[in-house]
């Protein structure tokens, strides 16, 4: 079994910068693709970013693409979601998701690959 426990989230205005985190615990961390999930009021869960386990492959959504940055840190089992130019719509609640053993041709922006989720963090951006 794997947790993940998310942190860093908060009120911020339009235009400036939070840096969420997720640490996890339990089985082998380098063996997961992680990813930062989300949601908005009223609003599906959607895909925001990830990272493979070597940490040298992500990927965004369209939406983030330019201000956020997916980072890992296999050593303290920890990945950060840098936001930066946070819009009034990023705001939501932020997930962090851990897919174990990805299978071939697994789909990292595709929500159903996770095996384990944490219990996210509420960011909320002020106009």
């Known amino acids: 079994q794997v947790q993940l426990v998310e942190s860093g989230g908060g009120l911020v205005q339009a235009g400036g910068s939070l840096r969420v985190s997720c640490v996890a615990s339990?089985?082998?961390?380098?063996?997961?693709?992680m990813g930062w999930f989300r949601q908005g009021p009223g609003k599906d869960r959607e895909f925001v970013a990830a990272?493979?386990?070597?940490?040298?492959?992500?990927y965004y959504a369209d939406s983030v693409k330019g201000r956020f940055t997916i980072s890992r840190d296999n050593d303290k089992t920890t990945v950060y979601l840098q936001m930066n130019s946070l819009k009034p719509e990023d705001t939501a609640v932020y997930y962090c998701?851990?897919?174990?053993?990805?299978?071939?041709?697994?789909?990292?922006?595709?929500?159903?690959?996770?095996?384990?989720w944490g219990q996210g963090t509420q960011v909320t951006v002020s106009s």
């Open positions: 339990g089985r082998a961390f380098g063996r997961y693709t």
């Open positions: 998701a851990a897919d174990y053993l990805p299978r071939s041709g697994a789909q990292p922006t595709v929500e159903s690959e996770y095996d384990f």
């Open positions: 990272v493979a386990w070597s940490g040298g492959t992500t």
